[in-house]
């Protein structure tokens, strides 16, 4: 609150109208682009289109990407992104110096709400066009506001849609994370040291997530499990969010039918495996999106969240919605998890 408060009065402030550039801006005259999404994992994989468009749309411009430090090094074998940015909120001066230094022709913030961070991130980059969505909060800062589009649609058309008003054309829509050799080796590795029945179809199962209210009951996801692994339909592994081990452990506390649980990962390793199961079941989390972006078969447990907007997209998904209550069964969702699966 107190920093959109402090956007509010700065707006008032320091906005003085003027003329907006035409779109679309001339790209012959543009060599360095920013683009800013400091969130969480979901947001910033579903920006992954954004920097293909912009390489293949414009020959020659740099794209620069920046993210929170968590999620780095997902975009570390990207193609499409010449640089990544950090943003660590504890301490922000190196990455303000990096965005005083660069000198970019333009800033774009995929956020469609306003976000202070993004913001403050635009405003350090000294950019001569700052490219946002129309916000009342940001309109002394960006010169280049776009109105949203009316309705819900998918979050990685937002994003695109603030470079198509730029001009760009050869849009590349599905989300899409890349892996270097060495990183191919370890997990095929991995697979090869740790899997017991590689006979049968690999499932892999989250069933912690960031707010347990969004989560469907870990007793249910115990019991999928239990029937997956009884009837010899899958083998299953088990995915351990940031302090989670403890809960999986306690859940899956019969050794004779636990299934086995992976040890720390980190995030593009667990992506390398993700890219190599036959099927990811998870809540509406983060990692769904790892999913989509690997063309991975996908089933999902939406608690809250616009469909439209967050959901499974390119890729082969299955969706269960359990809203306001507790009716999914577990038979329900095996039963689908069973026509997902080869």
Not at 293 to 307: N, R, S, Y
Request: charged share 25%; with cysteine.
């Amino acid at each position: 609150m107190f920093k959109r408060a402090l956007w509010g009065f700065l707006n008032t402030l320091f906005h003085r109208g003027g003329t907006a550039p035409a779109l679309p801006l001339d790209f012959n005259k543009i060599r360095s682009v920013l683009v800013i999404r400091p969130d969480r994992l979901g947001d910033v994989v579903l920006s992954t289109p954004v920097y293909a468009s912009l390489k293949k749309s414009f020959s020659g411009v740099e794209v620069t990407a920046l993210v929170d430090r968590a999620y780095k090094s997902l975009l570390a074998d990207d193609p499409n992104v010449d640089r990544t940015l950090v943003f660590n909120k504890r301490n922000p001066i190196p990455l303000i110096k990096n965005l005083i230094a660069a000198r970019f022709d333009v800033a774009i913030t995929l956020n469609r709400k306003f976000s202070a961070t993004a913001a403050a991130m635009a405003f350090f980059s000294g950019a001569r066009w700052r490219v946002n969505y129309k916000t009342d909060e940001g309109a002394w800062l960006y010169n280049v506001q776009i109105p949203p589009r009316e309705g819900v649609q998918h979050e990685t058309q937002n994003n695109l849609d603030l470079i198509r008003a730029l001009g760009a054309k050869n849009i590349q829509e599905a989300p899409r994370i890349f892996f270097n050799p060495e990183e191919e080796q370890k997990t095929q590795a991995f697979l090869k040291a740790n899997r017991k029945h590689p006979e049968r179809p690999l499932v892999l199962v989250k069933p912690g997530t960031r707010v347990p209210a969004w989560g469907w009951k870990l007793e249910k996801f115990r019991t999928v499990c239990e029937r997956l692994m009884e009837s010899g339909r899958a083998e299953v592994f088990i995915v351990c969010g940031p302090g989670e081990k403890e809960m999986v452990d306690s859940l899956f506390d019969n050794p004779e039918s636990k299934p086995f649980v992976l040890p720390p990962l980190s995030l593009k390793e667990l992506a390398g495996l993700i890219a190599k199961c036959d099927l990811l079941f998870c809540n509406h989390t983060g990692i769904m999106h790892l999913a989509s972006a690997l063309q991975t078969p996908l089933a999902v447990i939406f608690k809250h969240g616009q469909i439209e907007r967050w959901g499974p997209c390119h890729t082969r998904s299955m969706i269960f919605e359990e809203r306001n209550g507790d009716f999914l069964t577990p038979e329900e969702v095996v039963a689908g998890l069973d026509k997902m699966l080869p």
